[in-house]
């Protein structure tokens, strides 16, 4: 992360393949004047959150690239004026200017003069006789090395117009519509259809509809919509309002990483975001305008939000504060909406905050200052302590309490988060549409008539349209309106790009469709002039990048991609583009055969781990991977001496689909060339073909402004990779084969564990009362097995331990290691109900 502007993958020097090394990222320091903050962010493989390195400010000198300071110093921001007004400016500036101006209401730009100061310039502005209203005025300097800097926006009433009354209206339902959703309805006329469709369908599920669309409007892919088509934005809002929808722009703190907008150092881009959002509606037409804003900065990713409590809640809420002052400047109707989580009124790190004179909780703050708030309440059940009732009913009190009525929106989540290290309680991803709707008339049922509810919002679009009724033979989809056009080629050729010796990078641009282009497939080979088909399929992603991963060294690949809409109509190939893949001393590994099969009340993976040239078993090798469809638990296993590993998923029943994906595999010497699995079956493992498989169709990324790919505590963990991209080759089909060993029993003395103790399940929750401070484990274990938890080793003289529990989830790490063998890690996660985790996935 280089100054919250720029987000850059390193490259990894692990010559062993151990899975540690040294990691650097080449920055061109060319761009930079001035202080450059720099941090390294990476997934825990045992948490699969994120951890970060310390934060380091590099000072450049480099003048040449420094852009101009620029204020507008008159008149004054939010005031009345009437008459001639004098716009005087202030620039402060390395090197000599070139022009300084201003302009009004986003017209053309005007040239400013000079005063006869040193840095100050003016403009003599005659507004039209009559004229009422909120005008905007802007400034911008360019010095002579063509570094150019802007003002922000100062807003003046005029013909002593008033401010408008903030009219907050309700929500229910609402859906967040990200990115690279966004873009294609601003660019792609025949995707509103297919969104139309789904927020009126009320029939297939027994849903309500969908009302209101908050609407992510950030850059996508370095274009920034809102400055470069403003037209785009305005043609949608206006079809929307036609239709009867209500439309709040989504933003953050304009970051590229959102959270860092929370620091007080990045307000000013937070700032002017909002303003973005501002101008717009100022010069759009009424039926164009936004109908709210709605804010998702969530600061508790930041890695100090529980180290410096309470700076970073400090500073957010001042960010927040500073984002409303704009709209309250420029005096319009536009309801400022923020996006918390449902704990900042119960975790440790959002108590007894310090803010204006007051110190309470988190939530109450931002409900004081805010016209509304939607309580990302992800839970998959609607009553018990901790379901999505008992989550809302502090917020909706609250609410009460300060006269804001339908001020509070109950958000749930759709979204796949296997992949992260929050627990599937927080989806309906695994138990489906059918079972969500039935939690959601509960929530309706117990605070539908409440003052304060504002309705329902889902997250998101792209993962409930794909959500079926359940797992079952007999599931229901949602079908999107009849189509049998194809989608058009893609806009730009493909060009590749190799990132090191595995992995090679695709972008191309945006193809059209008559209704909505869902995905692009990436075809791989390594001929020229191959003919694209399911055969060497690489992979396909949502948006304009393919991150091709675990290819072979010293290798030229040929890339062609098609884009495909969402009723499965393929348009043409693209031209050929092709990279070649850098030098590794690590030989390839692969997964040849793995196998699913029920247990009788889970489902159970075995899978096995070769030499990709020789096909020796290869021991030891550490597998990360998730349960996919109707479960969706994340198991660590170990190969054994034959390269076998297997594990089992939460309960499941056994007619429900399952599938597994792997994600990770190292093992001493080897990389894992994923792109060469094969899915055959363990008892035909011997003969096996060289070609890339095909994975059944899994939930696609959406790394929008706010997305981290597999960023495990951002707000939207989203698919499989960074960029979007889903590869295919994970899973497979396969026989049973060895379980852990070591631990053979795991016991508390209070709460109820869940799933119940297995040896081949690794991540536990166990849910205890609010009010106890400590538990006692027990742990059984096979003979000369060491076990330590948290570090403190245990005995067989003395196999318990008292556990003291935070005030909000408690983490309990349990090494395992055998005689001789590899050290297996349980984890398991103490949640005393009332009291929720310091960080879950937001939307």
């Avoid at 890695?303 to 400047?329: H, N």
């Avoid at 781990?609 to 109707?630: C, L, M, Q, S, W």
């Avoid at 067989?796 to 331990?801: C, F, I, L, M, R």
Wanted: charged share 20%.
């Amino acid at each position: 992360m280089i100054n919250a502007e720029t987000l850059a993958d390193v490259h990894t020097d692990d010559p062993d393949g151990d899975g540690s090394g040294t990691w650097y990222c080449d920055i061109d320091a060319s761009r930079y004047d001035g202080p450059v903050e720099i941090a390294v962010k990476g997934w825990d493989a045992g948490t699969r959150y994120g951890v970060w390195s310390p934060f380091v400010t590099l000072q450049v000198e480099n003048p040449a690239a420094s852009k101009p300071v620029v204020t507008i110093d008159s008149p004054a921001d939010g005031t009345q004026v009437d008459g001639a007004v004098m716009i005087e400016m202030s620039v402060q500036a390395k090197n000599p200017l070139s022009s300084a101006e201003v302009r009004i209401d986003g017209g053309k730009w005007l040239k400013a003069k000079a005063d006869g100061s040193s840095g100050r310039y003016k403009y003599l502005w005659k507004p039209l006789s009559g004229a009422s209203g909120t005008s905007r005025i802007e400034a911008r300097a360019t010095d002579q090395r063509g570094n150019v800097g802007t003002s922000l926006t100062t807003y003046v009433r005029l013909g002593g117009a008033a401010a408008e009354p903030v009219t907050v209206e309700p929500q229910d339902r609402a859906i967040w519509i990200w990115e690279k959703a966004s873009y294609n309805l601003f660019y792609n006329d025949g995707s509103k259809e297919v969104l139309d469709a789904l927020a009126q369908d009320t029939a297939t599920f027994q849903s309500d509809p969908v009302t209101t669309f908050y609407l992510g409007i950030d850059q996508l892919y370095g274009t920034r919509v809102m400055q470069e088509a403003p037209e785009k934005v305005r043609a949608f809002v206006s079809w929307a309002h036609s239709r009867g929808y209500k439309v709040h722009a989504t933003i953050a703190g304009g970051t590229i990483l959102p959270y860092m907008g929370a620091y007080s150092r990045y307000h000013e881009i937070a700032v002017r975001t909002m303003e973005d959002v501002i101008n717009y509606n100022l010069s759009a037409a009424p039926d164009e305008r936004f109908d709210g804003v709605n804010v998702d900065i969530e600061p508790y990713i930041l890695p100090d939000f529980k180290t410096a409590q309470p700076s970073v809640q400090i500073q957010y809420l001042d960010g927040l504060s500073k984002m409303i002052q704009r709209r309250d400047a420029a005096g319009i109707n536009l309801p400022f909406g923020t996006v918390i989580p449902r704990w900042y009124d119960s975790a440790a790190q959002a108590q007894n905050i310090p803010w204006r004179g007051t110190a309470t909780w988190l939530s109450e703050h931002v409900q004081n200052i805010s016209d509304y708030v939607a309580i990302m309440d992800y839970r998959d059940t609607a009553d018990g302590s901790a379901g999505i009732i008992q989550g809302a009913l502090g917020e909706l009190a609250y609410a009460n309490a300060i006269g804001k009525p339908g001020s509070v929106v109950i958000a749930v989540e759709t979204l796949d988060i296997a992949d992260g290290g929050d627990p599937e309680t927080i989806t309906f991803r695994e138990e489906g549409r059918t079972h969500m709707e039935s939690e959601l008339d509960k929530v309706y049922a117990a605070v539908g008539s409440d003052p304060a509810f504002a309705g329902i919002a889902m997250h998101h679009y792209d993962p409930l349209r794909q959500l079926p009724s359940d797992w079952g033979p007999d599931r229901i989809t949602w079908e999107p309106p009849a189509d049998d056009s194809s989608p058009s080629a893609v806009s730009v050729r493909p060009t590749a790009a190799a990132f090191d010796h595995q992995r090679i990078d695709v972008t191309f641009g945006r193809a059209f469709d008559n209704t909505e282009v869902e995905e692009y497939y990436v075809y791989r080979s390594t001929d020229s002039g191959f003919e694209p088909d399911e055969s060497n399929l690489a992979g396909s992603t949502r948006g304009l990048l393919f991150s091709d991963t675990g290819l072979l060294p010293n290798t030229t690949y040929y890339y062609k991609v098609a884009a495909v809409d969402v009723r499965g109509n393929r348009g043409p190939a693209s031209d050929e583009t092709s990279a070649v893949t850098g030098d590794t001393p690590l030989a390839p590994m692969v997964v040849r055969g793995m196998e699913i099969t029920h247990t009788g009340t889970s489902a159970k993976v075995s899978l096995r781990v070769v030499d990709k040239e020789t096909n020796a078993p290869i021991p030891a090798a550490i597998v990360h991977g998730r349960f996919a469809y109707g479960a969706g638990k994340f198991v660590d296993i170990v190969t054994d001496a034959d390269g076998m590993a297997s594990a089992t998923s939460e309960a499941v029943a056994a007619d429900r689909q399952v599938d597994f994906i792997v994600r990770r595999i190292t093992a001493p010497g080897y990389y894992w060339a994923k792109a060469y699995d094969v899915r055959e079956p363990l008892s035909a493992y011997e003969q096996q073909a060289e070609t890339p498989s095909v994975l059944p169709e899994e939930e696609h990324a959406d790394d929008g402004p706010h997305q981290e790919g597999n960023a495990v505590d951002g707000p939207h963990q989203e698919g499989s990779a960074a960029d979007g991209s889903r590869q295919e080759g994970s899973a497979a089909d396969g026989q049973p084969g060895h379980s852990l060993a070591g631990l053979l029993a795991l016991t508390f003395g209070q709460g109820e564990l869940s799933p119940v103790f297995s040896p081949d399940i690794t991540r536990y929750t166990l849910n205890v009362e609010r009010d106890v401070s400590a538990v006692n484990m027990t742990a059984a274990a096979a003979p000369e097995t060491a076990v330590a938890v948290n570090d403190v080793p245990l005995s067989a003289e003395q196999p318990s331990v008292e556990i003291p529990l935070d005030t909000d989830d408690t983490t309990v790490v349990i090494a395992v290691t055998p005689p001789g063998g590899q050290t297996v890690t349980y984890t398991v996660t103490v949640v005393r109900q009332g009291a929720e985790a310091a960080a879950p996935a937001g939307p």
